[in-house]
């Protein structure tokens, strides 16, 4: 019988994706995702599932950098080689962002020399993302690599190899969580603005590259921060690298404070729903009846019978009841670390809102 704990590499997996050094990666990864599908016009259910698909390609070429970096510190190298070259490594990928984003914004596209194949069209675009899924785990690798090797590439020898591949995988699948709710959250709200407002298609273009390049000078300015560590131990980092430190410091332990496998179930629950709901139009009845049941006894039994409300209700009616209290805190601290992704949130809300009130406008009027 397998008897191993996996509550602690889901969690980890769950916490790599937020890590110090590749923490830009995410609005990083959703710039690009934008930008790789600036002239999608394809209906909602091909969107939500292409997301789908592009978060595990994406996800996959992380953990195989990582579990490449688990052989190659059990048999070829070590782990002090892996973090020597790591921030040249993602003072490199920084540089090759900026011009992307640059690309992005004079409205053209990079080609990239990726191979393709003749089955699809979507082949060299899956190739192009697994690409970036590598290069998130090569900027990562400074701060979630020591820890990953710890708890995760060494269950192998502790455990043996069918439950460090088990303990493996449930990484993968934390990880996986936080990428591939993102971006279908987002191909579902530009679903919206396809069907509701294609005049601002063009401002979500340059968005993207700005947020491309932001991650660029974001990975130069850490690569750099940690060649001068490995040069002087003592080297003081910038205000900026502090308040992003401070930020991913916050959500890492949130998320602990939560419980891993708590904020991973509800992540996948909403991956999901948020699925069903994308290729709802596309089912017969039958199957919209099966999987609505589905995706019902789901969260109610993981909302109501296993976590009493609090995976997503309570949570949310409390986050509700403070919002007043926490804008009000916007101008009085504005250097506090949660202030950026509450005003962010707050701009989202309220275009989600409008967006959805132009739609029911225009279909009042028809």
């Avoid at 401002?203 to 000078?217: F, N, T």
Wanted: net charge positive; proline share 5%.
């Amino acid at each position: 019988m397998i008897d191993i704990k996996l509550a602690l590499p889901f969690t980890l997996g769950l916490v790599t994706a937020i890590n110090p050094c590749g923490f830009a990666m995410l609005p990083t990864w959703l710039g690009y995702f934008l930008s790789r599908n600036s002239n999608d016009l394809q209906p909602r259910p091909e969107q939500i599932w292409k997301a789908f698909v592009v978060s595990l390609t994406m996800a996959g070429g992380f953990v195989l950098v990582f579990g490449g970096v688990g052989l190659a510190v059990s048999f070829l190298t070590t782990e002090e080689f892996i973090a020597q070259i790591s921030p040249w490594l993602t003072v490199t990928f920084g540089v090759l962002f900026i011009p992307y984003g640059l690309a992005v914004i004079s409205g053209r596209q990079l080609k990239l020399p990726l191979p393709s194949s003749t089955r699809g069209p979507k082949s060299n675009e899956l190739w192009s993302v697994f690409g970036f899924g590598m290069s998130y785990a090569v900027v990562s690798i400074g701060c979630a690599a020591p820890i990953f090797l710890l708890q995760v590439a060494d269950s192998f020898s502790r455990e043996g190899i069918l439950e460090g591949t088990i303990t493996f995988l449930v990484f993968a699948l934390g990880m996986a969580a936080v990428i591939t709710v993102l971006t279908i959250s987002l191909a579902a709200a530009r679903s919206g603005i396809l069907q509701n407002l294609k005049k601002v298609l063009p401002y979500i273009d340059r968005l993207s590259g700005v947020l491309l390049i932001a991650g660029g000078c974001y990975f130069i300015s850490y690569g750099i921060y940690e060649i001068r560590i490995l040069n002087n131990p003592s080297t003081n980092s910038n205000s900026f690298l502090n308040i992003v430190g401070d930020l991913q410091s916050h959500l890492s332990t949130w998320v602990t404070n939560v419980g891993g496998v708590q904020f991973g179930l509800t992540l996948w629950l909403l991956v999901f729903s948020l699925i069903i709901w994308g290729i709802h139009p596309a089912l017969n009845d039958k199957a919209k009846r099966v999987i609505q049941i589905v995706i019902m006894m789901s969260w109610i039994v993981g909302e109501g019978i296993i976590y009493k409300g609090e995976m997503l209700v309570f949570p949310l009616f409390r986050l509700f009841i403070n919002w007043p209290s926490r804008m009000s805190n916007w101008l009085d601290e504005p250097t506090r670390w949660a202030t950026p992704l509450e005003v962010f949130f707050t701009f989202f809300i309220f275009l989600l809102f409008f967006f959805m009130s132009k739609g029911i406008m225009r279909r009042l009027r028809r």
